[in-house]
């Protein structure tokens, strides 16, 4: 599953840039992987919920992984890179019940180390994918990575088709039950502070400090380097949020998180050569490594099972918002700025709020 998102990551915004020289067109067409799981997680969470299954939603993923990636990898244009992306995010909006299905096999109040064991090994399916983006590049062409991407994608299918799931009671959809969610601060304060978090990472990590080492001299090998390396740190994260959580207060864990957010851009803003664009990454990774699985895991420890998948819908929604204007936003900066200014004043504002967020996070004791 996550080598099919990712195996093309490092240098999807450089293929981008080749099909148009305009970083505003580049940030929208990157923008789409965040738009649609925004659009999509609610209306996927409430529906697995009201039939009470997980799988059939996730094995539909896995398709739509494939079909995504064949249509970027033989895009004659940049407006099919555009509709491909569109549909990799289709796709990952099923991330929603395979962390729900994941999460029912251990107690609701560890929900956090749950979320932290899974994310981590999805940031190390991750981590081997982007490792191979470079070498197949260099050996087929942009394209390569692609196809095998959409090869991922089957396969996973094929290996989850014969796994049986336990049907769960359906909960049938309730506007007020929705209401009620979007009212509870437990579960609003981490997914709106999970958001800036995703914002940052997807406006630089997955955005536009690809570019930037382009532009001070990094061949595509060295850009599936700079992610490798930056989803190894996330994993060193998650093994850290899956291990201290119980000894480190979460609200502790997760201004660390945006102290390092704030850190890294700062560091991309001032970068002379492309041991600093090194660095950033190291600092964005450890901040996502840690903040993404405890925001995660607190979005959803309070709720009851039944209702579950709608909560980490709701959260996974409204954190995809981030995803999405997070490269829209930081192109249209970029654009008429220049990239250093972009990522300055992404540093000021994700640093400010996140800063700010946590002490509501405090003050609710989650």
Not at 82 to 96: C, K, M, N, P, Q
Not at 239 to 245: H, V
């Amino acid at each position: 599953y996550w080598v099919s998102l990712y195996l093309y990551a490092p240098t999807l915004p450089t293929y981008v840039a080749s099909k148009t020289d305009n970083l505003a067109m580049v940030g929208v067409v990157l923008s789409m992987y965040g738009l649609w799981q925004a659009v999509t997680r609610v209306p996927l969470g409430i529906l697995s919920d009201w039939v009470g299954r997980r799988k059939p939603f996730i094995l539909a993923g896995f398709l739509l992984t494939g079909l995504g990636a064949w249509m970027m990898g033989a895009a004659p244009n940049v407006t099919w890179i555009l509709l491909g992306r569109a549909v990799t995010g289709l796709a990952a909006s099923t991330w929603v019940p395979l962390v729900v299905l994941f999460s029912g096999l251990f107690t609701p109040r560890e929900a956090v180390r749950a979320s932290a064991l899974l994310t981590m090994v999805a940031s190390f399916a991750r981590m081997i994918a982007t490792g191979l983006t470079g070498t197949l590049n260099q050996t087929g062409g942009y394209a390569l990575a692609f196809y095998l991407a959409a090869g991922a994608g089957i396969a996973a299918f094929l290996i989850l088709v014969p796994i049986h799931e336990d049907r769960r009671t359906p909960l049938a959809p309730s506007v007020k039950g929705f209401l009620v969610l979007l009212g509870r601060r437990d579960v609003m304060v981490p997914s709106l502070l999970s958001l800036i978090g995703q914002y940052a990472n997807w406006g630089a990590t997955f955005g536009f400090i690809p570019i930037l080492a382009k532009q001070l001299g990094a061949t595509d090998v060295l850009q599936s380097a700079l992610v490798s390396l930056n989803i190894a740190v996330v994993t060193v994260g998650n093994l850290l949020a899956g291990t201290i959580t119980k000894k480190v207060p979460a609200q502790r864990l997760v201004l660390i998180s945006f102290v390092l957010i704030g850190l890294g851009l700062v560091g991309a803003t001032w970068a002379p050569s492309l041991g600093w664009i090194f660095a950033v990454q190291v600092c964005l990774g450890l901040a996502q490594g840690i903040g993404y699985p405890v925001l995660m895991g607190l979005s959803i420890r309070e709720v009851d099972d039944v209702e579950r998948a709608t909560a980490m819908g709701l959260h996974q929604a409204i954190y995809a918002v981030g995803m999405f204007a997070g490269p829209a936003l930081s192109g249209t900066i970029a654009s008429a700025l220049g990239l250093r200014p972009m990522f300055a004043l992404t540093a000021a504002a994700c640093l400010a709020l996140g800063l700010v967020g946590t002490r509501f996070l405090k003050a609710e004791g989650v």
